[in-house]
């Protein structure tokens, strides 16, 4: 299983993680998820993040 992209920064706009893009509710069921899951999960939480650190508020 892959690893919890989380960075123990877990400040949020608009419900998502300003650290590892992910929604509250991905957050709470990322364990429940396949691999596949998961991986899609990981590949829109990227997307989400760019954007974020396009508008400059991606945390590190």
Same mark, same amino acid.
């Given at each position: ?38 991986? /899609? %999960?990981?590949? $829109? *939480?990227?997307? =989400? /993040? %760019?954007?974020? $650190? *396009?508008?400059? =508020?991606?945390?590190?």
């Amino acid at each position: 299983m892959s690893k919890s992209p989380c960075i123990k920064v877990c400040e949020f706009e608009k419900d998502i993680c300003l650290g590892c893009g992910r929604s509250r509710q991905e957050i709470k069921g990322w364990k429940r998820l396949g691999k596949g899951e998961r991986l /899609l %999960l990981l590949a $829109e *939480a990227d997307m =989400r /993040l %760019l954007a974020l $650190e *396009a508008t400059g =508020r991606r945390k590190f």
